[in-house]
């Protein structure tokens, strides 16, 4: 993450020019697969699609545990971080460089105004649709307090915002062409929503505030639920052991890995 956020820093331009050889990519890539295998969105499901969702259960929770650790440079190849990163990236509708730059806030900010992911004083359903737009928030205050925040900057971060949600739904757009109108239903929405639900409950409920206004954060790993999801998840509920040591894949092995 580091390496990212020192681009975000040093260059103005730096998310511009990283949109746009997403959404040009993207572009082509769409075109490309509609020239070979055209474009329909005749749906024909049937009660046999919902055999998928076990499926779509395993995907929604395991890609993004891979991009959480691409995020964090956590694979022992920073090509293979980056591969994959951007890949699993692309099942979140989202680049994995404005990944890396929201999570680095998040860990450097928690909990504070300043944290893309802040919980405190929302219920779950606030939060969850409220965090997916305080971030662009967030880190447009950063890209100002880096590069000024004077009308040419203003323009250069509204183009930014217009060609991440542009990139949303390029994304979503190349997803129903891979996959057809049938598959992108059954299998793709339903593991999009899982993992939009479980990682917004993972930053909600790990970051608890005590009536004194305190906040603590915390592992979850003491229902049947947590523990089925920390098992599939690589221990996604482990958040305070994840902050104490963000470079561990699996966080529920902290305690050995001191040991060891």
């Given at each position: 993450?580091?390496?990212?956020?020192?681009?975000?820093?040093?260059?103005?331009?730096?998310?511009?020019?990283?949109?746009?050889?997403?959404?040009?990519?993207?572009?082509?890539?769409?075109?490309?697969?509609?020239?070979?295998?055209?474009?329909?969105?005749?749906?024909?499901?049937?009660?046999?699609?919902?055999?998928?969702?076990?499926?779509?259960?395993?995907?929604?929770?395991?890609?993004?545990v891979l991009m959480h650790n691409c995020m964090h440079g956590n694979l022992k190849s920073p090509t293979a971080n980056?591969?994959?990163?951007?890949?699993?990236?692309?099942?979140?509708?989202m680049s994995l460089g404005i990944l890396r730059i929201n999570h680095t806030l998040h860990h450097a900010f928690s909990?504070?105004?300043?944290?893309?992911?802040?919980?405190?004083?929302?219920?779950?359903?606030?939060?969850?649709?409220?965090?997916?737009?305080?971030?662009?928030?967030?880190?447009?205050?950063?890209?100002?307090?880096?590069?000024?925040?004077?009308?040419?900057?203003?323009?250069?971060?509204?183009?930014?915002?217009?060609?991440?949600?542009?990139?949303?739904?390029?994304?979503?757009?190349?997803?129903?062409?891979?996959?057809?109108?049938?598959?992108?239903?059954?299998?793709?929405?339903?593991?999009?929503?899982?993992?939009?639900?479980?990682?917004?409950?993972?930053?909600?409920?790990?970051?608890?505030?005590?009536?004194?206004?305190?906040?603590?954060?915390?592992?979850?790993?003491?229902?049947?639920?947590?523990?089925?999801?920390?098992?599939?998840?690589?221990?996604?509920?482990?958040?305070?052991?994840?902050?104490?040591?963000?470079?561990?894949?699996?966080?529920?092995?902290?305690?050995?890995?001191?040991?060891?």
């Amino acid at each position: 993450m580091k390496r990212t956020w020192a681009k975000f820093r040093l260059d103005e331009y730096f998310l511009t020019k990283y949109f746009v050889a997403h959404t040009l990519g993207l572009c082509l890539l769409s075109w490309a697969i509609i020239q070979v295998y055209g474009f329909s969105i005749e749906i024909n499901l049937s009660w046999q699609h919902l055999a998928l969702i076990p499926f779509a259960a395993l995907i929604g929770i395991q890609v993004p545990v891979l991009m959480h650790n691409c995020m964090h440079g956590n694979l022992k190849s920073p090509t293979a971080n980056i591969i994959c990163g951007e890949l699993s990236g692309f099942f979140a509708l989202m680049s994995l460089g404005i990944l890396r730059i929201n999570h680095t806030l998040h860990h450097a900010f928690s909990d504070t105004d300043r944290d893309p992911h802040d919980p405190s004083n929302k219920s779950f359903v606030v939060f969850f649709f409220v965090s997916q737009l305080t971030g662009v928030g967030i880190v447009q205050d950063k890209y100002f307090e880096y590069h000024g925040k004077d009308f040419k900057h203003q323009a250069i971060f509204k183009l930014n915002i217009a060609l991440h949600y542009v990139g949303h739904l390029l994304r979503l757009f190349v997803w129903l062409l891979i996959l057809g109108p049938n598959m992108f239903i059954a299998l793709y929405l339903p593991a999009f929503v899982i993992y939009s639900l479980a990682f917004a409950h993972v930053n909600y409920i790990t970051h608890h505030t005590d009536k004194t206004g305190n906040v603590e954060i915390l592992n979850k790993n003491d229902n049947l639920y947590y523990k089925v999801v920390n098992f599939i998840g690589s221990g996604v509920y482990f958040h305070k052991n994840h902050h104490l040591a963000p470079r561990l894949i699996n966080p529920m092995h902290l305690e050995q890995k001191r040991r060891a």
